[in-house]
């Protein structure tokens, strides 16, 4: 068996303390709790500077900031009461429940307060309490202010004493006229009211605010009324009283106001008056399609002609011939006709009658109707004998129009719909009929791409384990920038203001390209923050489809051949026709098929039983070099297995069966090569092309076989993707230690240990060593001919990029770590480890005696033999002895208080890491 292990020296001791911090975890767990502080600052000073920036952020999230946050949620909530709407109901048929009309105008106070100076009727009569402004000009040039004094006089000392009483504005501007004349030549006097007098009026009845209130004497009616908020539901809207001197001198039908815009009855009001809103009268609700569906108060003799005006008339898809009308009868039980238009204009009505205006049916008849991903959709009239063709030809077909399949959805004469699969090739196009009012669904590339998303997938629940938490990460992710996009939308500063404008202008554009470039893709936004972020896949996920879900798992669905990291970005938004019509999702993954092999994209497609493969591999990336020289095989079932030639792929393959897969097969006579390098005590070094599934046996023997000084037992075996996966665990590992350190500062667990400094700084190292390192991926095998050729199953395959080195055989041993003098020896058959460490001086005070370790010439680490083992043990030319540090000085359990909430978090990562020294 292959062993895949990495040792590096230069970590090892940084490994070997976070090995005895593993083993003490336990024991402090018990016997320790944690104090909470809150005053972490002055130890992350103790942490590098690019390690402390990081800290700092994750604390930032972990520590909870609420010190506004009742506040903003109370000014939220107190924004949503001001500007709180009347909800709209709908009943069981979808239709608007109406509410009672007009009463909902007064809701919103107005103030009808007069200030300034005012541009007085003509008629208006001034009073006690009412300020002009006179002007002089002429000999004398003056401009006065006076108030009609409770006698209904003024004082000007140039003119004395003048009675305004009971004069109109007009006759007192007359009246001054002429005594300015008369008393001073050659001047001219101008007279303007400046502020009006309050007079006193009573709002009583059914009013919501009754009482006595003190108005402008320009005050009418209907500004009395939004000023009090109106009369309330049971108050009348069509019958408002005006009194003066216990005498009615006036009403006010609001209606006429409201819907007619007629002021001649909004009467003015004078000091004294009272206003009387008086009980509502009869109502008759009218609803359905009209263009203001509300419960009208109606007068007596009013007809139906009467209330559509309230309602403003008919809708566009009203039908005129089905009205219902539905009255009380005697016995209280609802009795219901229906009437035309013509028929019920003059019917008069009753109170509590109910008129429901039914719709056209709107159904579209004799047409044909085109959606998706091409550029003539819409509705046309349908032809006798007409064909896909008739209505779609070459012009009309884009770059990304998916051609291998389209779907027909078909009315029966029992008003079922059914779904009938196709394709678009000219001569399916030429050759299917249509029927009227047919609908076509086109697809497009991206609709394809969608079905191919690691989204969907997940969804489906067809994703394996490890996916899932790859999934979990990226909508995790997701969440985070949504919330940091909405922390950063901070109050404006005065800095801030002057760009804002830009700012705004650039967000506005950035979102206008956004739109459009989702428009030209017919794709709609992703729902944002949401497991699901599309309807389609809200949809599927809810869709009890096992078959269609366990034929696609044994299909062996396409994100499981790729990394689903690479396919989470591909989708930018949500199909639009999967949203508008999700069941066309469920019957395109009913008859996809899989499409893999020397294609650049495999995935799922779907298809019909008529198949193009050179355009199905147009739109699965195309076919590879090795592909465009191999075969398909086109797999029916297990006794119907076709295979085609890439070169006739062209033609058009016609079967009753449906294809399962289509594997695009390359060419056995032009196998895929790649490079694998050999260098070292090697006879013929250099860089050689594999053969896919050739093996290091084989790479070996065509460069000639070792040199006659080789040593194969210390052979270097590097593969880049084990570099790759060994440096992302180390990231998880220095990641996830520093959220540790977080949550230590947070917690308070930092003031349990003796030397916070010290902690901190044996930490951070470790983060920083871990960043640092750079894997060669070394992979443990065995490189000796003579065994590979004995034992076939430890061969191993090689792999495009990988690197092989065989040194010249080593004659010493080296030691390193606490010990007085690290060096190498020459090495003797009959020393073993605690001989070469005696040799080097013996261990150092700091030495952790039980956790020496040897690193042998294959790259194997193993702990030290002599420990466990009875005579002396075997170590081979080329080892190296490493004698780590102990980790007591460091106050072991003070420090690994600090690192309890690290390992918390960081059982997997500490797992690997520890792998590498076992």
């Known amino acids: 068996m292959t062993t895949l292990k990495r040792a590096d020296q230069n970590f090892t001791g940084a490994f070997q303390l976070l090995n005895k911090i593993k083993n003490l975890f336990l024991l402090f767990f018990i016997t320790n709790s944690f104090a909470q502080v809150s005053d972490y600052d002055e130890y992350l000073r103790f942490l590098p500077e690019s390690i402390r920036s990081s800290v700092e952020s994750r604390i930032s999230t972990d520590v909870e900031e609420n010190s506004d946050y009742d506040e903003l949620n109370q000014s939220r909530r107190d924004s949503f009461l001001e500007t709180d709407e009347r909800s709209v109901e709908y009943d069981e048929f979808d239709n608007v429940i109406p509410s009672f009309f007009g009463y909902d105008l007064f809701d919103i106070e107005t103030s009808f307060d007069s200030s300034g100076i005012i541009a007085a009727p ?234 429901f205006i039914h719709d056209l049916s709107g159904k579209l008849s004799n047409n044909i109707r085109i959606e998706g991903f091409l550029s003539n959709r819409g509705v046309y009239s349908f032809i006798e004998n007409s064909k896909v063709s008739d209505f779609i030809d070459e012009n009309d077909l884009t770059d990304k129009t998916y ?279 090697i006879k013929n070094p250099g860089t050689y092309s594999i053969s896919k599934g050739e093996k290091l046996s084989s790479l070996l023997e065509r460069a000639g076989g070792y040199e006659k000084n080789a040593y194969p037992y210390g052979g270097v075996f590097t593969r880049s993707s084990v570099a790759k996966r060994e440096k992302e665990a180390f990231n998880r590992a220095a990641d996830q230690l520093e959220e540790g350190i977080a949550t230590s500062l947070t917690s308070g667990a930092i003031t349990n240990t003796g030397n916070p400094q010290l902690a901190l700084s044996v930490i951070s190292n470790l983060i920083t060593r871990l960043k640092d390192i750079s894997p060669v991926g070394r992979i443990v095998t065995e490189m000796s001919l003579e065994r590979l050729k004995k034992n076939p199953e430890i061969d191993i395959v090689l792999n495009s990029g990988d690197r092989i080195y065989i040194p010249s055989e080593k004659s010493t041993i080296t030691v390193t770590g606490e010990v007085l003098a690290p060096t190498s020896f020459v090495y003797s058959k009959n020393l073993r480890v605690n001989d070469y460490i005696k040799l080097a001086g013996g261990m150092a005070d700091s030495a952790d005696k039980r956790g020496i370790f040897v690193i042998l010439p294959n790259g194997q680490a193993v702990r030290n033999l002599d420990s466990w083992r009875i005579g002396r043990s075997k170590i081979e030319p080329g080892s190296t002895i490493i004698v780590p540090r102990d980790s007591t000085p460091f106050n072991a359990i003070s420090i690994f208080r600090i690192f309890t909430p690290i390992l918390a978090n960081f059982a997997t990562a500490a797992a690997a890491i520890s792998a590498l020294n076992n």
């Open 403 to 681: 051609l291998p399949f389209s779907i027909i959805s078909r009315r029966d004469d029992n008003g079922s719909r059914e779904f009938l699969a196709t394709d678009l090739n000219l001569k399916t196009r030429e050759e299917f009929n249509l029927k009227p009012n047919d609908f076509i669904y086109v697809f497009s590339q991206y609709d394809i791409d969608f079905i191919n998303s690691a989204l969907l997938a997940d969804a489906l629940g067809l994703l394996s384990e490890e996916d899932k938490i790859k999934i979990d990460l990226f909508y995790e992710e997701e969440k985070k920038k949504n919330l940091a996009s909405q922390n950063n939308a901070a109050p404006l500063t005065s800095t801030d203001q002057i760009d804002s404008s830009r700012r705004q202008s650039t967000s506005t554009d950035a979102e206008k390209r956004e739109e459009f470039n989702l428009k030209r893709k017919n794709l709609s936004k992703f729902i944002p923050d949401d497991r699901y972020p599309c309807k389609s896949l809200k949809y599927v996920a809810k869709f009890n489809a096992s078959t269609l879900i366990s034929n696609l798992k044994s299909l062996k669905f396409s994100t499981s051949e790729t990394n689903i990291s690479d396919r989470l970005g591909l989708n930018e938004g949500c199909p639009k026709i999967f949203e508008d019509n999700p069941d066309l999702l469920i019957v395109a993954l009913e008859n996809a098929s899989l499409v893999s092999g020397e294609i650049r994209k495999p995935g799922f497609y779907p298809i019909t039983n008529n198949i193009n493969l050179k355009n199905l591999t147009s739109f699965a990336g195309g076919a590879t070099n090795l592909g465009k020289s191999g075969n398909y095989e086109i797999f029916y079932s297990e006794k119907d297995i076709q295979n085609i030639n890439f070169n006739e792929s062209e033609n058009m393959i016609f079967s009753s069966s449906f294809p399962k897969s289509i594997v695009l097969q390359q060419d056995p006579d032009k196998q895929e090569t790649f490079s694998v390098s050999v260098s070292g005590f």
């Open 122 to 355: 003509r008629e208006y009569v001034l009073g006690p309490g009412d300020e002009l402004t006179i002007s002089f000009s002429g000999s004398i040039q003056a401009i006065k202010k006076v108030s009609v004094n409770r006698e209904g006089n003024v004082f000007l000392r140039e003119l004395g004493t003048i009675s305004f009483s009971g004069l109109t504005f007009d006759e007192a501007s007359e009246k001054l006229k002429n005594i300015t004349q008369a008393s001073l030549i050659g001047t001219e006097a101008e007279i303007s009211l400046s502020r009006l007098r309050t007079i006193q009026v009573f709002v009583l009845g059914n009013s919501k605010r009754p009482g006595s209130y003190n108005f402008s004497p320009l005050s009418s009616i209907s500004s009395i009324l939004f000023n009090t908020r109106g009369p309330t539901e049971n108050g009348s809207l069509r019958n408002i009283s005006l009194k003066r001197a216990n005498k009615e001198i006036g009403s006010l039908d609001m209606y006429e106001l409201l819907i007619n815009a007629n002021t001649s009855n909004d009467l003015r009001i004078q000091s004294g008056d009272a206003l009387l809103v008086n009980p509502v009268g009869e109502r008759v609700k009218i609803w359905g399609n009209v263009n203001r569906p509300a419960i009208y108060e109606i007068k007596e003799g009013e007809t139906f002609k009467d209330v559509l005006n309230f309602a403003s008339g008919l809708s566009s898809k009203a039908d005129k011939n089905k009205i219902t009308l539905s009255r009380l009868n005697d016995q209280g039980e609802r009795e219901f006709t229906d009437y035309s238009l013509k028929n019920i204009n003059s019917i008069k009505l009753k109170d509590s009658d109910e008129i």
